[in-house]
């Protein structure tokens, strides 16, 4: 069993080393700048994209992103991001609401299928009920509450 989880380990390395061996060194996206969180919330500030990735988790969801997949450091997610940073006010009340045209927007930028989304709606709610209960977010700028909101949506997404 080991030896089998070992053994698909290197040839999905070796697969994915390949797949993208065509291209030339460094003409992917920089992962501190270009990728993660950073990047969708100050997409026109490369110095804040590095400082919040690299306080977010030490950088390494944005490496990660620009190494597995780049194509992730822009489209829907950044999109999403860049979405709830800006409309976090009323994005935040539609949550709490489970309805609402801003709540609306985000499942479409994130294009979560119909029949899924009550329960990504459902999810969100229930995790930022815990989250504005604890007393660090209401110390929280509007950049932390909008960041802690991303992850809790694209963890519900994901689980869907």
Known sequence: MKYSAIAALT???????SAYADKAVGSGP???SDCGIGAALFPEHKVLAVTS????????????SATASPE????????AAAFILNSYDSIIEDTA???GEHLA?????????PAKQAQVIDDVRNQMSLHIADESYNAADKRE???????TV??????A
């Not at 040839?11 to 080393?17: D, F, R």
């Not at 992730?72 to 999109?79: E, L, M, Q, R």
């Not at 694209?154 to 689980?159: E, G, M, R």
């Open 145 to 151: 509450k909008s960041q802690q909101y991303y992850f």
């Open 97 to 99: 609401r489970g309805e």
């Open 53 to 64: 990735n690299v306080i977010w988790d030490i950088g390494t969801t944005a490496v990660t």
């Open 105 to 113: 927007a985000l499942m479409n930028i994130l294009e979560v299928a």
């Open 11 to 17: 040839v999905s390395m070796v697969l994915s080393v």
């Open 30 to 32: 920089n992962p501190f």
């Open 72 to 79: 992730t450091c822009s489209g829907k997610n950044v999109d």
């Open 154 to 159: 694209i963890s519900a997404v994901t689980s």
